[in-house]
């Protein structure tokens, strides 16, 4: 895969406080890249700097098809961009907000109007061109801003958090839509979110960031299957947390088989609540093994209901677990 | 080319754990540079417009009659004088006395209006802001009318009262002096009180008041214990505005002190009359002491007030009470008959012939024919001054506020502009008159104590129209930056980099997004800056000449030479252009207000 954007050594300090310590990474061509993190961790930050809206420390580069594009401003780099707001010009129609952008290409007004329409056509919008932002819906907002950074055909895209003013079924539905257009384009995409499961099901690549810094890359099995860091391993889905002898355990709650017969890894364990999550309990259980500590008190563990039918689980009721070894992940 | 495992692997790029706080600068291409250099050149305007004047007038002050430097000298002798000192307990003692009347007043009436089921509240809200149209000297003048020693008032309409009632019951209550300045000056700050009084009260959130009802808390206690301390703020800052306005007005003090001195008419009094200019700028720079105060105060409050109030306050329900409603429609349409009455009074003495001899109506005084005045001139300079600042005060101030507010360039450039441009918020308009005669009048600058001399590139602006429209747009500088920056600070903060990010010039989408949705607030800052253009004398007394005389000028110059009617007259033409001006305003661009106000629904 041929290599487009190449973050390296990014730094950005606002006064004392650090807000990117020495970021690396690389996105391919096509490829769709979250940068996925808790609040305040320099997603954004990071996000403006590939864009040139800040400037990053002394040594921070980064890289466009091997060129360093760090001292270009915004207006040379040749992206598009989503805001979380949206940014739609709300004195301008639908049609207008796209070709705003147009405007300044010396292209002929025909021109315009055949990327306008193409751009519309993409997101599926023709028919509400006329209308102002404020006509629109949170989610045809959203779209009328992709189509609006994609119709200057950008060498990539940059998204912050497009979809967090939505509500939920809407954010499902635009999930698989922006993702289906990616493809389609095949535009090399960075997006911004802080929803994890938005970027395991969105992304072909994860960068995960924790207090300003990288903590793990990789694709969302990767990141889901060998969480490198307990940070991570905590942010992205549930997990257990153990300790044992010194140094702590992660295991994921369905990674956990549940038997009524005793084997030799398995520990004795009594269900102390469950909940019922459509196609599987999640079961919460009291370790009766004393060298292991539960981070939380109670060991998470999803079971299939079938499962639960068939060994007629209750509370009170003891269980064997089995933690297997090749999905736990040790930190020292 | 780099792979994925390079990446993967941090140990093989080249790592650097040291911090360089130095940030990589970028290329600036003709847009940049252009905006750049707009923001440069609106922090050498905010220099030279505020910050060399007021250099100048300090050091003036600091040189005695022969123009040596002296140092303190002028202001030691100053708190020597014990008439100076007087004038000073005297302005204190006024403006004390107005703050406390005109915030009293104005909160029983905004409470009113906000909170009580009475009828004609939109007539008695337009009554409370109609002062706002007329220059204070109009108050003064329609004060010796009603109160004066001939006044309709004092005198039981001129014994008209005697004959049908037996008594002449007129009542004099010795206005001229510290009486008729308070009355005037409680007039003139009651509807900026009245405007920060209402739009406190009608944030209050309600949700305060079912928390006070759950608890039972009785009228009274929910009055003092809800009401006041929710809009304490908003009391203590009404009570700031009306206590600096009067500080350093210095229309109404002019027409009816008397002998009765104020800092206002001190300064004048030193520079006009004594040809005392050290003097005059010493009490200059003790007139902006408090208002400096009281601006930091200010300041200090509204940041901590920002946080008081959630997004999610739930207004006030009112509830039925016909008493109440009673009380406070009498209370109302008492006050707005004293402020109709002023008007009418002036609108009497502008039609009759010889006040209180001669009552036949006659257009005369309009003319302003062998009077002081110099006719009509003063009238239609003024109509000219007031368009021109209106036109590009509204174009500087809005611009500037964009230039500070919408860049990500010159972050510190930008910071001193915005201090820069909220400072003549503490500048009175005299202080700023007075700089600006020191600073243009000047042929060579001598920079102090080195002996290196420039000459003055500004000279040629002295005596010209320019220097008073430009002595306004600086007096009424802050208060319309800070209509402009609200109105910015509403518009999305991502219009600007999404525009950058096209490749769209940032005046392009100034021009077809930024002004188009703030032009409410642009078309608010212009009639701001019309009307009060055509009042205002404070900054512009120092900076007439014979050919550059304004109304409100001419009406100083014709109290001064008792020529009281055509004074009245003149007055009553600047309130009318006002309403007229304002009326207009309302019908015109009702459309443009509605139209933007749609595109910001979301
Ligand atoms: N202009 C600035 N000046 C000072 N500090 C800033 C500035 N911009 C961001 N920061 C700080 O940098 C840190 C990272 O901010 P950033 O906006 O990148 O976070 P984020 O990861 O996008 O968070 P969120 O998910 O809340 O959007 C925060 O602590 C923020 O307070
Ligand atoms: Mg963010």
């Avoid at chain 1, 949206?86 to 147009?102: D, K, S």
């Avoid at chain 1, 068939?310 to 040790?330: R, Y």
């Amino acid at each position: 895969m041929e290599e487009l954007l190449y973050i390296q050594n990014v730094t950005k300090t606002f006064g004392k406080f650090v807000a990117l310590d020495h970021v690396n990474f690389s996105v391919n061509k096509k490829e769709f890249v979250c940068l996925l993190g808790p609040s305040g961790c320099g997603k954004t930050t990071l996000l403006r700097i590939i864009a040139g809206l800040e400037e990053p420390n002394v040594g921070s580069k980064i890289l466009l098809e091997g060129k360093d594009i760090t001292p270009l401003p915004p207006s040379k780099r040749n992206f598009g961009i989503v805001f979380q707001s949206y940014a739609l010009f709300p004195n301008l129609t639908a049609y207008h907000n796209i070709a705003y952008g147009l405007k300044n290409k010396k292209l002929s007004k025909k021109a315009i109007d055949e990327k306008v329409r193409e751009a519309l056509s993409l997101v599926h919008l023709e028919h509400v061109k006329d209308r102002y932002p404020a006509q629109l819906s949170g989610g045809q907002q959203q779209r009328i801003a992709l189509a609006r950074a994609l119709a200057l055909s950008p060498t990539f895209l940059l998204l912050d958090e497009p979809l967090s003013a939505l509500d939920a079924k809407v954010r499902l539905k635009l999930r698989i839509e922006i993702r289906k257009l990616q493809e389609k384009l095949g535009i090399t995409t960075i997006m911004v979110t802080h929803d994890q499961e938005e970027a395991l099901t969105m992304a072909d690549k994860i960068v995960v960031m924790n207090n300003a810094k990288m903590e793990q890359i990789g694709t969302p099995q990767e990141v889901y299957e060998h969480p490198k860091t307990p940070f991570v391993a905590d942010f992205i889905g549930t997990v257990n947390m153990l300790g044992q002898e010194g140094s702590t355990i992660a295991i994921r709650p369905e990674h956990i088989h549940i038997m009524d017969t005793q084997t030799k890894n398995s520990i004795k364990t009594k269900v102390k609540a469950l909940e019922f999550r459509g196609a599987f309990y999640r079961l919460f259980l009291e370790i009766m093994d004393q060298s292991y500590q539960v981070s939380d008190g109670l060991l998470a563990v999803d079971v299939p209901a079938s499962i639960v039918k068939k060994l007629d689980i209750d509370k009170e009721s003891v269980l064997n677990a089995e933690l297997p070894q090749n999905h736990l992940v040790t930190y020292a | 080319m780099l792979t994925e495992e390079t990446v993967l692997k941090p140990s093989e790029v080249t790592v650097q754990n040291t911090i360089d706080k130095r940030k990589i600068r970028q290329k600036t291409g003709k847009a940049e540079w252009f905006h750049k250099s707009l923001i440069l050149l609106m922090l050498l305007g905010l220099i030279i417009g505020i910050v060399l004047p007021l250099i100048q007038l300090f050091l003036e002050a600091l040189k005695d009659k022969n123009g040596e430097y002296v140092g303190f000298v002028n202001f030691v002798n100053y708190f020597k004088t014990e008439s100076l000192v007087q004038s000073m307990y005297n302005t204190l003692y006024i403006s004390i006395l107005t703050g406390v009347i005109s915030v009293v007043l104005a909160f029983f009436y905004a409470y009113a209006l906000a909170r009580t089921q009475i009828r004609w509240k939109g007539l008695f809200k337009y009554v409370a802001f109609l002062p706002l149209f007329a220059p204070t000297m109009m108050h003064g003048i329609a004060l010796i009318y009603l109160f004066g020693n001939k006044g309709a008032i004092t005198t039981g309409f001129f014994g008209l009262f005697e004959k049908i009632f037996g008594s002449t019951m007129g009542i004099d209550i010795h206005l001229y002096g510290p009486v008729g300045i308070v009355i005037s000056e409680v007039i003139y700050t009651f509807p900026q009180a009245f405007l920060i009084l209402m739009v406190a009260i009608s944030v209050t959130d309600y949700r305060l008041y079912e928390a006070a009802e759950t608890l039972g808390s009785g009228k009274m206690k929910k009055f003092f214990t809800v009401t006041i301390p929710s809009i304490k703020y908003g009391l203590v800052s009404a009570f700031f505005v009306a206590f600096i306005l009067s500080f350093t007005d210095f229309g109404a003090p002019k027409v009816v002190g008397a002998q009765y001195n104020v800092l206002a008419t001190d300064i004048y009094k030193q520079v006009v009359g004594q040809q005392n200019l050290s003097m005059g700028s010493t009490v200059g720079i003790i007139l902006i002491i408090p208002a400096l105060v009281a601006f930091f105060a200010d300041r200090m409050m509204q940041r901590k007030q920002s946080t008081s109030f959630s997004s999610k306050s739930v207004s006030y329900k009112i509830v039925k009470n016909p008493w109440r409603d009673k009380a406070y429609f009498v209370y109302c349409l008492l006050i707005s008959l004293g402020v109709l009455s002023l008007i009418g009074a002036i609108i009497a003495a502008s039609l009759v012939k010889v006040w209180p001899y001669n009552f036949s109506l006659t257009l005369e005084h309009l003319t302003f024919k062998n009077v002081a005045g110099n006719g009509l001139e003063p009238y239609f300079n003024s109509l000219y001054v007031s368009f021109i600042t209106a036109i590009l005060g509204t174009i500087i101030i809005f611009f500037g506020a964009y230039l500070i507010e919408k860049t990500r360039f010159m972050k510190i450039t930008r910071q001193l502009s915005y201090f820069l441009s909220i400072l003549p918020l503490a500048l009175p308009g005299l202080v700023i008159g007075l700089a600006y005669i020191f600073f243009f009048n000047k042929p060579v600058f001598e920079v102090p104590f080195i002996g290196v001399y420039i000459t003055n590139p500004f000279q040629s602006l002295y005596g010209t129209f320019m220097i008073i429209i430009l002595a306004n747009i600086i007096h009424f500088y802050s208060v319309n930056l800070i209509t402009a920056t609200t109105a910015l600070k509403k518009l999305d903060k991502e219009f600007e980099p999404v525009s950058e990010s096209m490749n769209i010039p940032f005046y392009k989408t100034f021009c077809n997004v930024t002004v188009p949705m703030s032009l409410p607030a642009i078309l608010e800052i212009g009639i701001y800056l019309f009307v009060n253009s055509m009042t205002t004398i404070s900054a512009v007394i120092f900076l007439y000449t014979a050919d550059t005389k304004l109304a409100s000028i001419s009406i100083v110059n014709m109290t001064d030479a008792g020529d009281t009617a055509p004074a009245a007259a003149m007055s009553l033409i600047i309130v009318l252009t006002n309403i007229l001006v304002r009326v207009v305003y309302e019908f015109a661009t009702k459309k443009i207000r509605n139209r933007a106000q749609a595109w910001q629904q979301r």
